[in-house]
């Protein structure tokens, strides 16, 4: 599990550089990619992945969030590169493996779960920021 975390780590920290994130929020964006993937990997346990990714998704909206109000830089630098980890870029491979394979049944399903998946990250991502908004509404304090 050690290792799946370093790997997160680097990951997302990684395409942080490939996204252009400034240098020195390279180890939040790090940070919350780790985040992300130690979730999933609890939440695995117990729940299908499209839930857990779902939660894990939601969870990295919201740290994304906080860090973008430490920090006063835009959320989606924290956010993009969080969500890396829990991206199904080798199920939609071996997705489409098998098309070219002509194994049409297990394609597929592998490009459903994929999809669903896929899916997960948006409707997690979309959770976190309504939530947010909300809050900033019910918080802001009203004009005399």
């Given at each position: 599990?050690?290792?799946?975390l370093?790997?997160?780590?680097?990951?997302?920290?990684?395409?942080?550089?490939?996204?252009?994130?400034?240098?020195?929020?390279?180890?939040?964006?790090?940070?919350?990619?780790?985040?992300?993937?130690?979730?999933?990997?609890?939440?695995?346990?117990?729940?299908?992945?499209?839930?857990?990714?779902?939660?894990?998704?939601?969870?990295?909206?919201?740290?994304?969030?906080?860090?973008?109000?430490?920090?006063?830089?835009?959320?989606?630098?924290?956010?993009?590169?969080?969500?890396?980890?829990?991206?199904?870029?080798?199920?939609?491979?071996?997705?489409?493996?098998?098309?070219?394979?002509?194994?049409y049944?297990?394609?597929?399903?592998?490009?459903?779960?994929?999809?669903?998946?896929?899916?997960?990250?948006?409707?997690?991502?979309?959770?976190?920021?309504?939530?947010?908004?909300?809050?900033?509404?019910?918080?802001?304090?009203?004009?005399?």
């Amino acid at each position: 599990m050690i290792e799946q975390l370093i790997t997160s780590f680097i990951a997302s920290a990684a395409f942080g550089i490939l996204f252009n994130a400034p240098r020195k929020y390279l180890v939040q964006c790090g940070f919350v990619g780790m985040m992300g993937w130690l979730l999933y990997i609890l939440l695995q346990a117990n729940f299908n992945t499209v839930q857990a990714t779902l939660a894990s998704t939601f969870f990295v909206g919201l740290i994304s969030i906080i860090f973008a109000k430490i920090y006063r830089t835009p959320v989606i630098i924290f956010s993009v590169s969080g969500i890396i980890p829990l991206v199904p870029g080798g199920l939609a491979y071996d997705a489409m493996r098998k098309f070219v394979e002509n194994d049409y049944n297990t394609a597929i399903q592998l490009a459903a779960k994929a999809f669903l998946i896929s899916g997960s990250i948006a409707i997690g991502l979309v959770i976190s920021e309504v939530l947010n908004q909300t809050v900033r509404k019910i918080t802001a304090k009203p004009h005399s």
